[in-house]
């Protein structure tokens, strides 16, 4: 009995330290960012990257988050999105304005802005940029009046960026962000569950059911049918069909849930609001808490293969190193 007792207790142990070990790995650190919370985060590899945030923030590293260098665009506008098409060309999106990089993030310049005048004098938000093609990309945001949004922003490029047209989207909600798997096929969400569609490249977008009202903050496809979407009250969306039908996970949060990546077809993340970060190892079947390290929100998340790098208030940068 004694001997079963302390098996036991050695079982119990073991596995106490697997799940230690299982949910190590994150870091903290800060950039010096003026008490700007940072909304975005992009690296093109292991070692070079880029953070952003509230009043025009960027920051700059070459040595994977060891260091960071300050950039600046010359605007005050919150930046919301960083992307890169190669490791010489790049995007930032800040309100109407996308500034452009072709010299590998070294220097930007503002390479289009939208107007008011453009929507009828309500003010343009941009929030996602990605393109599908070496020509072909595409924007999503909102527009606000008296900061209350009155429609969708839905725009293309067919020139590489250099001029944008806007398009009439299936729905007036705010649209939060844009994940293409390939030249054709690509998915937008946003306030109000919505998800929207595209198998012909763009030309078309219809919407999709997502059972949900909960404003989703960001979308992931790992091919042209298994994606996953988050959003607030800790909503979680996956789909293996394509987004035909969206099945709702249980989540073990319930605050807002920011961003999600997988990595591989199984090993997945989510961070969000309150230090959240949570880990799937079963295609988003099943997700578990892990030990993020703060308590602070975690705007956004960025995983270069074995390396991830999520972002937040005042500066916060949470790094995980396998």
């Known amino acids: ?14 596995m106490f330290a697997t799940i230690c070990r299982a ?42 988050g ?11 506008h919150s930046i919301n999105d ?5 490791k010489e060309h790049g995007f930032a999106l800040a309100g109407g304005s ?25 003010t343009p938000e941009l929030y996602s940029l990605r393109f599908n093609g070496k020509k072909r990309g595409w924007v999503v945001g909102s527009t606000s009046r008296n900061d209350e949004i009155v429609n969708s922003i839905l725009a293309i490029t067919r020139d590489g960026g250099e001029t944008w047209q806007v398009l009439k989207a299936p729905t007036t909600q705010e649209l939060i962000h844009i994940d293409f798997v ?12 919505a998800i929207l569609h595209t198998e012909d490249a763009g030309e078309t977008w219809v919407k999709q059911n997502s059972e949900t009202e909960a404003t989703l903050y960001h979308v992931d ?17 996956r789909t293996e069909d394509a987004g035909i039908t969206w099945q709702k996970i249980t989540s073990p949060a319930r605050g807002t849930l920011l961003s999600v990546q997988f990595i591989n077809d199984d090993d997945g993340w989510i961070v969000g609001r309150g230090g959240v970060i949570l880990r799937s190892g079963n295609r988003g079947q099943t997700w ?14 960025y995983f270069e293969k074995k390396n991830g790098w999520a972002v937040g208030t005042n500066g916060l940068i949470v790094r995980y190193q396998r």
Not at 39 to 52: H, L, R, T, Y
Not at 295 to 300: D, E, G, I, T, W
């Open 1 to 14: 009995m004694r001997r079963r007792v302390i098996l036991a207790i050695i079982a119990a142990a073991l």
């Open 23 to 64: 949910q190590s790995g994150w870091t903290t650190a800060r950039v010096t960012s003026g008490g700007n919370d940072l909304n975005a985060v992009c690296f093109i590899d292991s070692d070079k990257g880029w953070v952003a945030g509230d009043h025009g923030f960027v920051a700059y590293t070459d040595d994977g």
């Open 66 to 76: 060891a260091s960071w260098v300050e950039q600046h665009l010359g605007v005050d």
């Open 82 to 86: 960083i992307f890169f098409t190669n």
């Open 98 to 122: 996308i500034f452009e990089s072709s010299n590998g993030g070294r220097s930007w310049r503002e390479a289009y802005k939208f107007s008011p005048a453009d929507f009828d004098g309500a």
């Open 182 to 193: 390939d030249e054709k096929r690509g998915w937008i969400v946003g306030a109000g569950g």
């Open 221 to 237: 496809f790992r091919n042209e049918k298994r994606g996953w979407a988050v959003g607030e009250k800790g909503t979680i969306l």
């Open 288 to 301: 578990i808490a892990q030990e993020s390290g703060t308590k602070q929100n975690l705007y956004a998340l």
